[in-house]
């Protein structure tokens, strides 16, 4: 006969390990061109970062200590880039798992002469649980992330709120999470667990969402949705303290 409380705990333990199993993506195994394979080896060693179980030193990554942005899966990296170049006084960290979207990052970094960004090509939980050191980040993007649209599959989001406790100990106080999507019940979930989080204010006037910044680029695909009328909410919260 098994013991009640000792079923409970095994139980318990078994949810916690399931959780942390649970990805936000899928790592698609795409086909890389010829010049993201070139990119990749030839350019990994100035824009590349190599996940690691300890924090980094940003300041010497960058052999500066300015403002620092971390972007969340950029997929192919065109905005991520375009950001970079604009902001030259500002430094960027972007996290991406599909290989080819990091290699398609790299050329355009080397072909834009961007030198003010530093790419991982990892899981983001886990580089921002071991890599990046605690209050050291100003801005933390998250844009168009997977919608995971049907509800069985809404564990899978990223946003959520273990994950937003994650970030609001990598930010400074002050720190911003600015996230984009299309999809509007992703928005809702969204602004859901950002306004029920502890640490954080949102910047819209309303609690609700903000126009977007002009720091965000705004891409082809945007531009075709809005053509068509559809949405894109953004939303921005900043780290209390």
């Known amino acids: 006969m098994t013991d009640s409380t000792g079923q409970q705990q095994d139980d318990q333990a078994e949810n916690t390990t399931y959780m942390r199993r649970i990805r936000s993506f899928v790592l698609r195994e795409g086909r890389l061109t010829k010049g993201q394979q070139h990119a990749l080896d030839t350019y990994w060693a100035d824009y590349g970062v190599s996940y690691q179980a300890q924090p980094l030193q940003l300041a010497e990554v960058f052999g500066r200590d300015n403002h620092k942005v971390l972007e969340i899966g950029f997929g192919m990296g065109k905005s991520l880039v375009q950001m970079a170049k604009e902001a030259p006084e500002k430094d960027f960290i972007g996290i991406e798992v599909h290989r080819p979207g990091v290699g398609a990052c790299l050329s355009e970094a080397v072909t834009q002469q961007v030198k003010n960004l530093k790419v991982f090509e990892h899981d983001a939980v886990e580089v921002l649980e071991h890599s990046i050191a605690d209050n050291s980040l100003d801005t933390v993007q998250l844009f168009f992330p997977d919608p995971w649209h049907k509800k069985r599959h809404h564990k899978r989001r990223i946003v959520q709120g273990e994950f937003v406790q994650l970030l609001r100990r990598k930010l400074k106080p002050g720190g911003v999470f600015h996230m984009a999507t299309d999809w509007q019940n992703y928005a809702e979930h969204m602004l859901e667990v950002m306004s ?28 075709r949705g809005q053509r068509l009328g559809h949405g894109v909410w953004d939303l921005m919260f900043k780290k209390e303290g």
Do not use: M
């Not at 029920?196 to 910047?203: D, K, M, R």
């Open 196 to 223: 029920a989080a502890e640490g954080f204010s949102n910047l819209s006037t309303d609690s609700t969402y903000v126009e977007r910044p002009e720091q965000r680029p705004l891409t082809k695909f945007e531009q």
